[in-house]
T-cell receptor, first 111, second 115 residues
Framework: SQQGEEDPQALSIQEGENATMNCSYK?????LQWYRQNSGRGLVHLIL?????REKHSGRLRVTLDTSKKSSSLLITASRAADTASYFC???????????FGRGTQLTVWP | GAVVSQHPSWVICKSGTSVKIECRSL??????MFWYRQFPKQSLMLMAT?????????EQGVEKDKFLINHASLTLSTLTVTSAHPEDSSFYIC???????????FGQGTRLTVV
């Protein structure tokens, strides 16, 4: 990918469990964003963490950023079947809106 | 909320023909829009930055004569795939940022199939 790798590439869990997805990136970033994509659809922004932040929460989402390791993680707690989707991290640089995406994790949550 | 609309949602065209995809910001003005390409089960690859009133900026390896971008107004960018071939079949998606918001808003995407 243009920006980096994500792992796992696929994750299958039961409802109620937590899902953790990791992302590594290659270049320097101003921020790192996570997006969700339902099959064959557009992307929806989930959460953004700036390069000077280490952790951020939003509802059931928790994202961490380690700039020294150039990595980020997204935790979804108490997962639901409706969370089934592909999740992508994207690095944002100095040009607003210009994003470089990781490979993505396909999350399947079984009821 | 900010809405970005893409049209068409899907298109099938014959090899050798050209296809135009529209990306509109419905409730905000966008001097810059972005075009991405996504192959099945893969990530989004940034193709180009569309600049209102000036030439688009293409990412390395993207053929500008193949993928023509026009950003003629503050709410509309178009991507034309010229002389399309089966290998151009893909999911094309655009995005824009309202104001100075860092998060991007994406269109619904256009699935292009070249036969």
């Amino acid at each position: 990918s243009q920006q980096g790798e994500e792992d796992p590439q696929a994750l299958s869990i039961q409802e109620g469990e937590n899902a953790t997805m990791n992302c590594s990136y290659k270049t320097s970033i101003n921020n790192l964003q996570w997006y969700r994509q339902n099959s064959g659809r557009g992307l929806v922004h989930l959460i953004l963490i700036r390069s000077n932040e280490r952790e951020k929460h939003s509802g059931r989402l928790r994202v961490t950023l380690d700039t020294s390791k150039k990595s980020s993680s997204l935790l979804i707690t108490a997962s639901r079947a409706a969370d089934t989707a592909s999740y992508f991290c994207a690095g944002g640089g100095s040009t607003l809106g210009r994003l470089y995406f990781g490979r993505g994790t396909q999350l399947t949550v079984w009821p | 909320g900010a809405v970005v609309s893409q049209h068409p949602s899907w298109v099938i065209c014959k090899s050798g023909t050209s296809v135009k995809i529209e990306c509109r910001s419905l409730d905000f003005q966008a001097t810059t829009m972005f075009w991405y390409r996504q192959f099945p089960k893969q990530s989004l690859m940034l193709m180009a930055t569309s600049n209102e009133g000036s030439k688009a900026t293409y990412e390395q390896g993207v053929e500008k004569d193949k993928f023509l971008i026009n950003h003629a107004s503050l709410t509309l960018s178009t991507l034309t795939v010229t002389s399309a071939h089966p290998e151009d079949s893909s999911f094309y998606i655009c995005s824009a940022n309202p104001g100075l918001r860092t998060e991007a808003f994406f269109g619904q995407g256009t699935r292009l199939t070249v036969v």
